[in-house]
Every structure is written in structure tokens, then in C-alpha cells.
């Protein structure tokens, strides 16, 4: 038998595993997560108040049950955990899956002040990531400013939005429900640095933040304008023709009266972070224009938007993994259809997919051709690769080493102690929102 090491359980993981036991009949594969949880950002970066794309777990969770995968939760690969090269030793060939684990940055002075964060920390918070540290975004801030126009700023946008009438049938944990219930955020405005006809959302998740109750969403007719392609959107492709048309809709719509106030803004460049009482007070802004070669330049006229909260949410990164080659360019490891390579050579038994092999672009469904791909570059090496002798079952020599891997049946006790906290307050499947919680759930153990 071939024995697979996939690290990461996102979809990208996920999908590896199924392409591996459906193009090969002989493979054994074990699931690695740094958490004790599976399914990535599918638990931890999708929004609570997205069921439908949630529910894509189920999906996951057939390939995770599947009896040839194994999932071995709580298992910390590189720096501080098993080294790559041990993996290398237990397993015939490694994939790596492990997404881009850090956010992009503005790189503009103030960023660092208290009430400046990256969206990314602001749906750990609401999503129960067990690294999220930080609360106290909302805590007396009636102005938000989300810098960025990808799904992620529409994401955190629509949460700051959102009454708890609507967030409490969803898992967001108890604390974050809480906050957001009292929050006393009413404006909020989502600022680009180009023009409406490159944004990033998609209109499904545009047209969502027009749904919303007690919500008003204004558009600045005049800054739609600036865009060459608004007057003629017809040369566009379909997806940001129809983006286009949602903003037309809003800029033309009447004010109305509404408790929440969600401003779209379209060329401004943030340049500064301005403080106030110790804290973000305003952001400072750049009016751009478009260059005529698809990106913006300055235009040495400025505006400061007043917000208490900033979220950037500018992309993701990936991060080197210890023991593995890593280009800091595109913060990629460096691959060929798949396969590692080291100095420009093939690295035998070693493996990407998903972000940390293309970077950070597409959608979740993105990740089922691209896992194909690496999946048929292992299974053309496997006859190589299965030449080689293991030492046994990996399950047995990493508990040798005192890891103690969170398998099925412990992420199937936090699944039981997420319905039962949920049905103590009172709500549905409510998450646990820290280590302790979950690996005591994972266990067995009580509190």
C-alpha cells in the first residue's frame, strides 16, 4: 500500500485525499491538522451567517470517513512540532496543504495603533479560531472603516451590519454574540483603491449587504463616474459587468432611514492611520484615478474618513514551513505540476496544493482541479515512491514520540459538545472558542 501524508484538512487537503483513494486503489491517507477541527477555513474563515457554503463540511466530512483517510488532528508540523523530514521518514510521499497563513499588510504609518487590525484576526474572533487572542473590536466604536473590496471586506462588513436576532441561530461563539449584540457601530464604509469594475466581490456576496434589515448601502454616483468602464461596462467580463450593475442600482436609490449606514467607496488609497485619544481616530486617504494601464496613481488630493475600527483586509500570504523550500516573491513554495523543488530539482515524495502551491486566488471549488493535478504527478511517481520501506504505522510512531494525534472519534465528542453548549444557551450547534475547550472535548474530559 501507498501511505500519504496530507497536511492540512481545508478543502485543498480535503480534496487531495479524495482525488488520492479515487485515483488509486491502493492508498492509505492520513488527514494531518495543526487543530484539533477539520475543514480549514470552510470552519474557521467562512462566516457564520453562510449556512449554504457551511454546509460544504458535508461534503468534506464524506472524504474525511472515508475507510481509507484517516484524520489526525492536533499534530503540529515544522517548527515546533514533527519536522518535515521525519514526515518523510513515516510516509511514502508528503502533500502539503497548508494554505497562507498571514494576511497582507498596508505598510502605512499608524497601522499598528490600538483599534487597527486585519480582518483576518476579526473573523478568527467571530468564527472561535482557538488562536484568536483579541476582542474588544466594537467596544465603543460607532465608525468602522473595512479597507479592501474582496469577498473577505464584504464578509466583515455584513457582520458588523448584522442584529443578533440574526447572528444567534448561527455557531458564532457566545462571547462574540454577545459583543456584537451591543455594538454600537452604525457607519461603516468599505473603501477601494481602484475602480467598481476591478472589485474583487462577488455579486452574490454584494447583493447580500442590499438584504440587509435596518441597512442602508449609498454609493457616490461621482466616484462610479471616475471608472472609464462604468459609463460602458459591456467590455467586461460577466462577473463585474453584473458588479457594476448592482452599485448603479444603489447610487440611484433614494436616502432612506436606517439604524446601520454602509458606505462603498472607490478610488482612495490609504496613506496614514491618524490617532485620537491613543487609538485609530480617522483614516487618511488619497483620491486615485485610473492610469490607463489597469492600475491607479495619486492624485495629491486627500480625505480623512473617521473610524474607531480598521479592518484591512488586503489578501493573504503564505508563510515558510520549516523544512520546506519557500519563494518569499510569491510567497509559494516553489513546485512543478505539484512536485516540491529544491534548487530547481524534483524533491522525491514531496508535494503542494492548494494556495501555498498557486498563492491565494480562486474559490473553494478552485482547489478540486488543482489537488487533481498534484494527485496525478504522485500517482506517475508512486511505483518510485512505494520502493521505499516504512518503519510501520505512523499513527503508532508518532504516539512513540508523544504526540497524541485528535482522531474521529475526538473531533466527533467536540462536535457532540458544540450541540450541547449551543442547546444550554439556548441556540443550535454553538462553537468552542479556545484550546483548552476543545481538546478537553477532544478527550473526554469535563470543563
Known amino acids: 500500500m501507498l501511505h500519504v501524508a496530507v497536511v492540512g484538512s481545508g478543502p485543498s487537503g480535503v480534496y487531495t485525499a479524495q482525488s488520492l483513494v479515487q485515483l488509486h486503489s491502493d492508498v492509505l491517507v492520513d488527514v494531518l491538522d495543526r487543530l484539533p477541527c477539520p475543514y480549514g477555513l470552510v470552519r474557521y474563515g467562512v462566516a457564520p451567517d ?53 494576511d497582507r499588510h498596508l505598510g502605512i504609518p499608524g497601522e499598528e495603533l490600538p ?39 464584504v464578509d466583515v462588513t455584513r457582520i458588523l451590519a448584522r442584529g443578533p436576532a440574526e447572528l444567534s441561530p448561527t455557531d458564532m461563539p457566545q462571547a462574540a ?98 490617532a485620537e485619544a491613543g487609538r485609530v481616530g480617522a483614516v487618511r486617504f488619497e483620491r486615485t484615478r485610473p492610469d490607463g494601464h489597469g492600475g491607479v496613481t495619486g492624485t495629491g488630493s486627500y480625505e480623512d474618513i473617521g473610524a474607531q475600527l480598521v479592518l484591512r483586509s488586503v489578501g493573504y500570504r503564505g508563510v515558510p514551513l520549516e523544512g520546506l523550500p519557500f519563494d518569499t516573491a510569491t510567497g509559494t513554495v516553489p513546485h512543478l505540476a505539484g512536485r516540491v523543488l529544491r534548487e530547481d530539482l524534483v524533491a522525491p515524495g514531496e508535494y503542494v496544493a492548494g494556495w501555498i502551491k498557486r498563492g491565494p486566488t480562486g474559490v473553494i471549488g478552485t482547489n478540486r482541479p488543482d489537488a487533481k493535478e498534484t494527485v496525478t504527478s504522485l500517482i506517475d511517481d508512486a511505483d518510485v515512491l512505494v520502493q521505499k520501506d516504512l518503519p510501520g504505522d505512523p499513527l503508532t510512531a508518532l504516539r512513540g514520540e508523544g504526540i497524541e494525534p485528535v482522531e474521529w472519534s475526538g473531533w466527533q465528542s467536540i462536535e457532540r459538545a458544540e450541540a450541547e453548549l449551543g442547546a444550554s444557551l439556548g441556540r443550535g450547534v454553538v462553537k468552542l472558542p479556545d484550546w483548552q475547550s476543545l481538546l478537553n472535548a477532544a478527550h473526554g474530559n469535563a470543563g
Open 50 to 102: 453562510h449556512e449554504k457554503i457551511k454546509s460544504l463540511q458535508n461534503n468534506l466530512r464524506t472524504v474525511l470517513e472515508h475507510e481509507r483517510v484517516r484524520f489526525l488532528g492536533g499534530v503540529q508540523v515544522g517548527r515546533g512540532g514533527v519536522p518535515a523530514a521525519r514526515l518523510r521518514e513515516l510516509y511514502h510521499a508528503v502533500v502539503y496543504c497548508v494554505g497562507a497563513a498571514t
Open 115 to 153: 483599534g487597527s487590525w486585519s480582518a483576518t484576526e476579526f473573523v478568527s474572533w467571530y468564527s472561535a479560531h482557538p488562536d484568536a487572542t483579541a476582542d474588544g473590536f466594537v467596544l465603543g466604536t460607532p465608525s468602522a472603516v473595512v479597507i479592501g473590496v474582496g469577498n473577505v471586506a
Open 177 to 274: 454574540l454577545t459583543a456584537l449584540a451591543a455594538s454600537r457601530v452604525t457607519e461603516i464604509s468599505m473603501v477601494g483603491r481602484r475602480g467598481p469594475s476591478q472589485a474583487r466581490f462577488t455579486t452574490k456576496e454584494l447583493r447580500e449587504l442590499g438584504a440587509l434589515p435596518d441597512t442602508e448601502v449609498r454609493v457616490d454616483p461621482a466616484e462610479l463616474a471616475l471608472d472609464p468602464a462604468y459609463a460602458d461596462p459591456s467590455g467586461l467580463p460577466a462577473a463585474n459587468r453584473r458588479n457594476v450593475e448592482v452599485l448603479r442600482g444603489w447610487a440611484g436609490a433614494p436616502a432612506k432611514e436606517a439604524h446601520h449606514h454602509i458606505r462603498l467607496r472607490f478610488f482612495l488609497r490609504p496613506v496614514e492611520l491618524l
